[in-house]
């Protein structure tokens, strides 16, 4: 996977969906929202949430069964770039689809 997948281009790619839709009234009331104490109280609670949940890899190491039974799954899954673009595509008609519901770009 590591070997296939550039999070570079993935941003990239994100940025180039995003940007065309970009209204920067919304944009600012958006960075306003997030930079009041209420946003900003919610925003630190959900990123602690998040550092709870991600395992210490380092410590908790798979076991070499765990780490070839994820290779061959990886290898059978047949990631292609192909799978990146329809993923890519998916994403993009669910960020048009739920955009008027998201609160802080919802305006």
Known sequence: MSRRFSSAALYARIRL???PNLESGKLAKALEWYDSPLGKRIT???LASLMLEIPDFEKDRPSKRR?????????GGGASDTTVDVTMA???NLTRAFQPALPAVAG
């Open 17 to 19: 969906e995003f940007e």
């Open 44 to 46: 630190g609670l959900e």
């Open 90 to 92: 998916i994403v993009r």
């Open 67 to 75: 780490l070839d039974l994820i290779r061959r799954l990886d290898a």
